[in-house]
């Protein structure tokens, strides 16, 4: 049931995304064969930003085009997510509720909106880690795998889904209830499966050429209100997005915002109020868990909390990742979903206009999330000049720099929506181009030391092309279709040039600088996870294979 609701939701959310071709905004960008190289792979030396996930893209579209595996992966991420969260409800029409709640809330829509569709994956993955956990509390059969197993899988939505997890699972296991005695042992195979799931993102991190992040993200990334009722009303309600061009008109209204906040604070105090949920490992594991994650989406809007982020970040190696502090609001998502279920559950019986209330109130406070947030997302085909550039630059493998350096880009063929350069996807080879975020009030520092020599060079009027020789580019790409502000591109008058479209790809000559020699260590993070998928495929087959032997034992018996 909970499958079927959030597949039929994910196409109602998706609309226009869903159409063949490539729905690109802000940071999602799919290609129609992602190369699988370093970048990909995060061997390459830099900050890993989208691994392994890209790496799951990669592979999948060597069978797939690109279009239908980004479609697969989006659609997947609703069907999956709604089938572990209608587990969380013990009636059909609390099931009903949980997975509604769980497709069509302020989260997700912002996410989506900005593009993170990496994060769906372990968003969707929650409801089950919340399930195996509490099973394995309470001593079930079959727990440790299935959450050794989830745990693995959200890992691979990257280094946020794996987090998020991982911190769900230990306080699940480690919040005392009633009856119910903290075990430590479960804790070493789940800490060891997690950490070597997870190990794709967090050993090139550790080896990268540069872990510094600006400590001015924990401002720029802080939470906002996106409703009358400030950050901390908006958290409540599951939104509060950093980026504002991602919000929802009928959050900022108030007929809206008060009905979503009546549901939520009503079925927050019918939920809380039973004994019963103070002395289940499930709903009160949650409820911390929700709480925690509470509080690290608003500690940058509470008095000194931009100082203190902006101090761990520039002391504490990975605390980077402390900045988009909102992201942890997907656990109190999940204490709302759980809420929804055990209300629902207690009232199946009530009359049917009250279970259709609590049902639809997520999609009715937020309509417009409908449809691609009312049409603004679409699917478009790449256009050939960027295929045929791709195909010819690519050939080289080398180094490619791309300008006017800018991080984000506006494609009249893609409806001019915002999307972060795709050329580092477009290409095998390491690319080289402005990652600084720009914001309306400034900008946030990027983490790749080469990039940054590359704007200081543009910024100082240094000769750039020499600059790039030196880190051994042969070609550069200038998308002319793109604003070029002075001192966004440099001076490549005298190079050789080849225009194919409103591309102008350049040939600064043969470099003799070559590429750095990939350590064998590089890919121990890469094995990390990869052993921990092999484990948990094996621990599930193993177990399914007991629970068949035992069901085949059980109608031997019977007959």
Not at 188 to 199: D, F, G, I, K, M
Request: proline share 8%; aromatic share 8%; net charge neutral.
């Amino acid at each position: 049931m909970g499958a079927a609701v959030g597949l039929v939701l994910g196409v109602l959310v998706l609309g226009p995304a869903l159409a063949p071709g490539y729905t690109l905004h802000y940071d999602m960008v799919f290609v129609p064969e992602l190369p699988l190289g370093a970048h990909t792979l995060g061997t390459d030396g830099h900050v890993p930003r989208a691994v392994p996930n890209d790496l799951l893209v990669a592979l999948a579209s060597t069978v797939l085009p690109g279009w239908v595996v980004q479609k697969g992966f989006l659609l997947g991420c609703f069907t999956l997510g709604g089938a572990g969260a209608a587990r969380l409800a013990g009636t059909v029409p609390g099931a009903v509720a949980a997975a509604t709640w769980w497709s069509w809330n302020p989260w997700v829509g912002e996410r989506l909106g900005i593009g993170h569709w990496g994060y769906l994956i372990g968003f969707a993955l929650l409801p089950w880690v919340l399930l195996a956990a509490a099973r394995l509390r309470r001593r079930e059969p079959g727990a440790t795998t299935g959450l050794l197993g989830s745990l693995t899988v959200a890992a691979l939505g990257g280094s946020t889904p794996g987090v998020l997890a991982t911190l769900l699972a230990l306080v699940v296991l480690l919040v005392p209830v009633p009856g119910h005695r903290v075990r430590l042992r479960p804790l070493l195979p789940v800490l060891t499966v997690s950490l070597a799931a997870n190990a794709a993102w967090w050993w090139p991190f550790l080896t990268a050429s540069s872990k510094a992040a600006d400590p001015g993200g924990a401002a720029a990334f802080a939470a906002r209100a996106d409703t009358p009722f400030g950050v901390g009303g908006s958290l409540l309600l599951g939104g509060g997005l950093w980026n504002d061009r991602t919000w929802f008109t009928e959050r900022t209204t108030l007929p809206f915002a008060l009905v979503a906040l009546l549901a939520v604070l009503g079925l927050l105090v019918l939920a809380l109020r039973r004994r019963g949920w103070w002395q289940d490992p499930l709903p009160l594991g949650v409820s911390v868990a929700g709480a925690l994650g509470l509080v690290l989406a608003g500690v940058a809007a509470l008095p000194g909390g931009t100082a203190l982020l902006g101090w761990l970040i520039e002391v504490v190696p990975g605390a980077g990742l402390l900045r988009d502090g909102q992201k942890f609001l997907a656990l109190w998502v999940l204490l709302l979903a759980v809420a929804i279920a055990r209300v629902v559950d207690r009232l199946a019986a009530a009359p049917r206009p009250f279970l259709v209330a609590a049902t639809v109130w997520p999609v009715a406070t937020l309509p417009t999330l409908a449809w691609g947030h009312v049409g603004q997302w679409g699917s478009v085909d790449w256009p050939a000049e960027v295929t045929t550039v791709a195909e010819r630059v690519g050939a080289d493998g080398g180094p490619v720099a791309v300008f006017p350096w800018s991080t984000y880009r506006r494609y009249a063929w893609n409806g001019d929506r915002v999307v972060l350069d795709p050329w580092d996807r477009l290409l095998p080879g390491r690319v080289i181009s402005s990652d600084d975020l720009p914001l309306r009030d400034g900008s946030v520092t990027g983490e790749d030391p080469e990039a940054a020599a590359v704007g200081r060079a543009l910024a100082d009027g240094s000769d750039v092309p020499d600059l790039l020789r030196e880190l051994g580019v042969r070609h550069v790409i200038v998308q002319t279709d793109q604003p070029a502000p002075p001192g966004s591109v440099p001076d490549l008058t005298g190079e050789d040039v080849t225009r194919v479209g409103d591309l102008a790809v350049y040939d600064l000559g043969p470099t003799s600088t070559a590429e750095p020699d990939v350590p064998v260590t590089a890919a121990l993070g890469l094995v990390g996870t990869g052993g921990a998928v092999v484990l948990s495929a094996l621990l599930g087959v193993r177990r399914w294979r007991r629970r068949t032997e035992t069901e085949t034992t059980a109608r031997s018996a019977r007959a």
